[in-house]
C-alpha cells in the first residue's frame, strides 16, 4: 500500500492550498481517509477526515477553514485549506483507515510521507 501525498507549499497568510493524497494497493473506496499535521516541536494532531461514503469530520482549529473530499474513481483525496494562518504550518500527513475513521494516528492502517506546508505571515 502506498499513501503519496502531495500539493505542499509556501504560501502567505490568507492564502489557500489544496494537498491531494493518492492511494494505491488498496481498496481505496473501503477505506476512511485522515488528514493529521506536525507542527515543529509539536505532537502529530487530528485534522479531519472523511468516511468511505463523503461524511467528514474536522478539529476544531479548522472547522470552516479546510474541506476534506474524496474522489474514490481516482483513489485520491483532498484537503482543501483556506484563510491559512501560520499555525497551519506543519507536515501533513494522510492515513486510511478501513470502513471505520478515527482521529487517533495509531488508529489507522496505513500512512503517507508527507507534505510541507509553511504559512508565513
Known amino acids: 500500500v502506498q499513501l503519496q501525498a502531495s500539493g505542499g507549499g509556501l504560501v502567505q497568510a490568507g492564502g489557500s492550498l489544496r494537498l491531494s493524497c493518492a492511494a494505491s494497493?488498496?481498496?481505496?473506496?473501503?477505506?476512511?481517509m485522515g488528514w493529521f499535521r506536525q507542527a515543529p516541536g509539536k505532537e502529530r494532531a487530528f485534522v479531519g477526515y472523511?468516511?468511505?461514503?463523503?461524511?467528514?469530520d474536522y478539529a476544531a482549529s479548522v472547522k470552516g477553514r479546510f474541506t476534506i473530499s474524496r474522489d474514490n474513481a481516482k483513489n485520491t483525496v483532498y484537503l482543501e485549506m483556506n484563510m491559512l494562518k501560520p499555525e497551519d504550518t506543519g507536515v501533513y500527513y494522510c492515513?486510511?483507515?478501513?470502513?471505520?475513521?478515527?482521529?487517533?494516528?495509531?488508529?489507522?492502517?496505513?500512512w503517507g510521507q508527507g507534505t510541507q506546508v509553511t504559512v508565513s505571515s
Open positions: 492515513a486510511a483507515k478501513y470502513l471505520v475513521p478515527g482521529i487517533e494516528w495509531d488508529d489507522y492502517n496505513y
Open positions: 472523511v468516511w468511505s461514503g463523503r461524511a467528514t
Open positions: 494497493g488498496l481498496t481505496f473506496s473501503r477505506y476512511a
